[in-house]
């Protein structure tokens, strides 16, 4: 069983940043190749679907949705068993509150990455509001 917390959250304006943060217990971040897991971060806005924004793999290869492609970065601290998301140029569009999931495998398909679905782990979610 693996449980994820997030925390980082926040106000900020638009163009300034956050630091987001996923603390795992239950199962390591990074256990390639005995235990592999991959780790997504999905946001959700008031009336939206669900959608994935950042992931990264096992192997410590990471992917992006076009959306965020250059302003957000996904990191993992093997040590701290921690999973980062690094916003900047935050937009009013970025707003929502922000998952991180989890799921055993050494990596996903660049369909599957994004698919709520895949994942079986979830955290309970941190709140990011941007205002313009």
């Known amino acids: 069983q693996v449980q994820l917390a997030e925390s980082g959250g926040g106000s900020v304006q638009a163009g300034g940043c956050l630091r987001l943060s996923c603390a795992a217990s239950g199962h390591g971040v990074s256990s390639y190749p005995t235990r592999p897991m991959c780790i997504a971060w999905f946001r959700q806005a008031p009336g939206k679907e669900r959608e994935g924004v950042a992931f990264?793999?096992?192997?410590?290869?990471?992917s992006y949705a076009d959306s965020v492609k250059g302003r957000f970065t996904i990191s993992k601290d093997n040590v701290k068993n921690h999973v980062y998301l690094q916003m900047n140029s935050l937009k009013p569009d970025d707003a929502g509150m922000y998952y991180c999931?989890?799921?055993?495998?050494?990596?996903?398909?660049?369909?599957?990455?994004?698919?709520?679905?895949?994942?079986?782990?979830w955290g309970q979610g941190t709140q990011v509001n941007v205002s313009s």
């Open positions: 999931a989890a799921d055993a495998g050494t990596s996903k398909t660049s369909v599957r990455r994004w698919r709520v679905s895949e994942y079986t782990y």
């Open positions: 990264i793999d096992s192997m410590e290869y990471d």
